[in-house]
């Protein structure tokens, strides 16, 4: 089991959740357009297009603070966790991003880029 596996069981979110890999094109823009919300959960990736991508679409991002992570999310459009926070970050995050506001602040910042 993987650790994305287990968080999603641990916090009983079958269904909501789902991880799909790496996607692209059309299948990509479908599950941006149906989406509320993006979590990002690498560590390697500094400068990910995923996130501006996401913005593009107005959706709020949490991700880990790596590379240029820090200097594309903003309090306004997303959540920068670290390993310690990581659980009650989403939690937060759930809580404080899903909202219309934020999708137009998402799509302000990706258009500062």
Known sequence: MLWYDGFIEINQIQGIVEYLGFV????KA???NKSHMLIFPS?????????LEALSYGIPT???N????SEIISKK?????????????VNQFINEYLNFNVYHECRKE???F
């Not at 692209?24 to 299948?27: A, E, G, P, T």
């Not at 560590?43 to 297009?49: E, G, I």
């Open 30 to 32: 479908n599950l941006f």
């Open 24 to 27: 692209r094109d059309i299948q």
């Open 66 to 69: 790596t590379g240029a992570i």
């Open 43 to 51: 560590k390697k990736d500094v400068f990910p297009l995923t996130i």
């Open 110 to 112: 990706y258009l500062k």
């Open 77 to 89: 459009v997303g959540l920068i966790s670290n390993e310690e926070r990581y659980y009650s970050d």
């Open 62 to 64: 949490l991700a880990f």
